[in-house]
């Protein structure tokens, strides 16, 4: 699996305004709702997972980056989203560190496969400094499509 098949680029969030952990998921659901992967009926219960999932460990990883994930009856294939943001947003990260990037992911809860090969993807390049670095850099949804593009075509620049 690679970004190309689960990040919906088009919800990209270059600039995230919310400043908050439960601003910045519910920004992110509603940008793939508005890009019609998530269906309006179903927003408010995703974004409860996800913050409800927090409440009880959060996904902020450390080095600046938070990968929120859910699993909901409604999502039919993996999809993730993309948000930066910054300022940096408290996400209560592992290293106490704010977030700058986010990779939110929502996947159904009959494909356990999809949702691991998608979560290997994202960490085996977030562990990367360069790329962490590089995706912080991004401005513009175009920046960010672009630097996952070549990450799936060319995964080994990641350790140069």
Do not use: Y
């Amino acid at each position: 699996m690679k970004f190309e098949d689960f990040i919906c680029f088009e919800a990209t969030i270059p600039e995230l305004g919310p400043v908050d952990r439960d601003g910045a998921i519910e920004a992110l659901v509603n940008a793939l709702c508005k890009a019609g992967r998530v269906k309006t009926s179903h927003i408010k219960e995703i974004v409860k997972l996800l913050i409800g999932r927090e409440k009880e460990a959060s996904t902020g990883i450390g080095k600046g980056v938070a990968v929120p994930h859910v699993k909901h009856a409604s999502i039919e294939h993996v999809v993730g989203v993309v948000g930066l943001s910054q300022t940096g947003i408290e996400f209560r990260s592992l290293d106490k560190q704010p977030v700058f990037v986010i990779i939110l992911l929502l996947s159904p809860l009959d494909m356990p496969d999809q949702h691991i090969k998608a979560m290997e993807w994202v960490f085996r390049h977030l562990q990367h400094d360069r790329f962490r670095r590089f995706l912080r850099q991004c401005r513009t949804a175009g920046e960010v499509e672009e630097l996952l593009r070549e990450a799936d075509a060319q995964p080994a620049w990641l350790s140069g």
